[in-house]
């Protein structure tokens, strides 16, 4: 019985089809001549992929068939370092005989005993891929391609028996580990940040490849020639993974994949891999979910292996249509149940806002680019502000691209006695997706709704002018481009880059520039007077004896306000306090001389 999808194609073809089932193949023959012809014609017939399934004894277990979408797999038994003792032999419709990167991960993720692609053209060429070890790790080995008269003559069981023979040996075999090649259009400088991004994601880089032209290849997003090329650097470099700076459509990955034979992924959806790392809160989960899961859906149709499934399928180049209309659906569920989710989550964070709002607590907010400092900047004024012991807990930092995801927002005293709230907030990076911004824009209201932003700018690197013009944009779309700011020009311990000149040059009529080393602790008292002085106080001092009968005020001191000194006398209790410039008005029949009802500048 023929599998797959079926829907269309003639019984007549299906028949055809039907008769390999009866048709033996040779020991050490890959596959039977005649039942290749079977195959030919029907793909040439259908321009659809046929795929059989043969043992080593020779029999066919399936055979089936397949659209431009989808060809199906059987489930077989997998056994540690053994192979599953079945190879696939399936044809490429567009004539190219290499293996994709879907064959590839079938290879591995199912170990076959071989995989086998037949590029159907006027002279079909033929590429066999196996399993093999190499210091201590499975790799995938591929022919070059052969003409159908060569591919007869290799013995493909004593290559299967000699490889299954390594693989029994080893002990504690381990996937390859990912290590990719990165191509990029846009600047080199870009090209350096994608490999820290890559770094990020424990991904180990084999080589950087740049062409410089202005626009993206529709087809290829690099032009045909850099192709080739790349496939060179692959095997030189023995990466198994391409990485491309920019975003890339569903056909680009697919026809890039189709070419070189490994997986490729795009900027966003490395930068998408490491927030579902870092995120920790229930809210960053949901925020990264919601944002993988709307990147997802627009390019369902022509996605690779990034949509495929373990045991999806040879040749895949995604779901079918009627999986695609399942999953669209589906997703579609899932987004309105994480948006739900997150509306939740905003309401709590708009009650604790509007209980600050309340209690006139002036809002900081530390902004800039992925790995400026902000973490450490954040630890080291809390550790300094806050002598009264308010923030105990440390905001993780690391020296590394989107260490910190989750805003954490603490309370801090400056020395004239008020309190702020310092929130630390995600780095920005250029190129940053456009469904992450929309997905974390509960977790960036902190900084929509925040009296004061400290840009936080890593002067040390050469790159600090476009890390700072990249976070001025994203201040503008997220709507907090008109909030005062000053400029903290951090890690000055490391010396200046020679850029800092230019990025001085883009702030100093418009913003307080203060250089610091939040890790040494250098000007930070000096930061700390330059946030005083910026924010709005809306803060009286008072003196005022409260008789023991209204001790009310003095717990409403307390709770809106800031006691600097107090004394207990016969009348009452004397104090000099700070209070919101709105609950003055309780106190006016207990103020006494020393009044002072300016605001602290």
Do not use: W
Request: hydrophobic share 40%; glycine share 6%; proline share 2%.
């Amino acid at each position: 019985m023929i599998t797959g999808n079926i829907d269309g194609v003639r019984k007549r073809i299906l028949d055809e089809l039907d008769q390999i089932f009866e048709l033996r193949t040779a020991k050490y023959s890959f596959l039977d001549m005649a039942i290749i012809e079977i195959m030919l014609k029907a793909t040439r017939e259908t321009n659809r992929e046929i795929s059989v399934i043969i043992d080593r004894k020779g029999k066919v277990i399936e055979v089936s068939i397949g659209d431009s979408s989808t060809v199906s797999m059987p489930l077989v038994d997998m056994r540690d370092n053994k192979l599953s003792r079945v190879r696939v032999v399936h044809t490429h419709p567009n004539g190219n005989p290499n293996l994709s990167a879907l064959d590839v991960s079938a290879l591995v993720k199912m170990k076959l005993d071989a995989i086998v692609a037949i590029g159907v053209s006027d002279e079909p060429q033929v590429v066999m891929g196996f399993l093999t070890v190499e210091n201590q790790k499975v790799h995938v080995e591929a022919t070059k391609p052969m003409s159908l008269e060569d591919a007869q003559r290799f013995n493909v069981i004593d290559r299967i028996t000699y490889n299954e023979g390594l693989l029994l040996e080893a002990e504690d075999l381990e996937e390859e580990d990912e290590r990719a090649v990165l191509i990029g259009l846009d600047n080199e400088e870009s090209l350096v940040e994608l490999r820290e991004l890559a770094k990020a994601a424990d991904v180990s880089v084999g080589d950087i490849l740049f062409q410089n032209r202005a626009t993206q290849d529709n087809a290829f997003y690099v032009g045909k020639g850099k192709v080739s090329e790349i496939k060179n650097v692959l095997q030189l470099s023995r990466s198994n993974l391409v990485i491309a700076d920019d975003e890339l459509s569903g056909s680009q990955i697919r026809n890039l994949e189709d070419e070189i034979g490994v997986k490729v992924i795009d900027r966003t959806t490395l930068i998408l891999e490491i927030f579902a790392r870092r995120a920790k809160s229930r809210e960053a989960k949901l925020q990264v979910e919601l944002a993988q899961l709307k990147y997802r859906m627009s390019r369902l149709i022509g996605l690779g292996t990034v949509m495929s499934r373990t045991g999806g399928g040879i040749g895949t180049r995604g779901p079918g249509e009627q999986q695609l209309e399942i999953d669209r659906r589906k997703i579609r569920d899932r987004v309105n149940d994480l948006r739900n989710e997150l509306k939740k989550v905003v309401a709590v964070r708009q009650v604790q806002r509007e209980n600050r709002d309340q209690n006139e607590i002036p809002r900081i907010s530390l902004v800039g680019y992925t790995n400026s400092g902000k973490s450490t900047l954040r630890n080291a004024v809390a550790e300094i502000a806050s002598k009264d012991s308010l923030v105990k807990e440390k905001v993780f930092e690391k020296d590394m691209l989107f260490a910190t995801l989750d805003t954490t927002t603490r309370a801090i005293t400056f020395d004239d006695k008020r309190i702020v709230t310092l929130t630390d907030t995600v780095g920005f990076v250029r190129k940053l997706p456009h469904d992450l911004i929309e997905a974390f824009k509960s977790t960036l209201e902190e900084v929509i709704y925040s009296n004061l932003l400290v840009h936080v700018i890593d002067a040390s690197v050469d790159d600090c002018y476009a890390q700072a013009i990249a976070v001025d944009e994203v201040l503008a779309e997220i709507g907090a481009g008109d909030i005062p700011r000053i400029i903290a020009l951090n890690k000055m311990d490391k010396g200046k880059s020679y850029r800092t000149e230019d990025v001085e040059k883009l702030y100093k009529d418009k913003y307080p520039i203060v250089e610091i080393s939040a890790k040494n602790g250098t000007n930070l008292n000096r930061l700390m007077e330059a946030m005083s002085l910026s924010l709005p106080d809306n803060m009286v001092t008072i003196h005022a004896l409260i008789p023991y009968d209204m001790q009310k005020l003095i717990s409403l001191i307390h709770e809106k306000g800031t006691i600097m000194s107090e004394e207990y006398e016969e009348a009452g209790t004397k104090i000099t306090a700070k209070v919101p410039q709105r609950e003055l008005h309780q106190y006016d029949d207990y103020i006494i001389g020393g009044e002072d009802e300016e605001s602290n500048h």
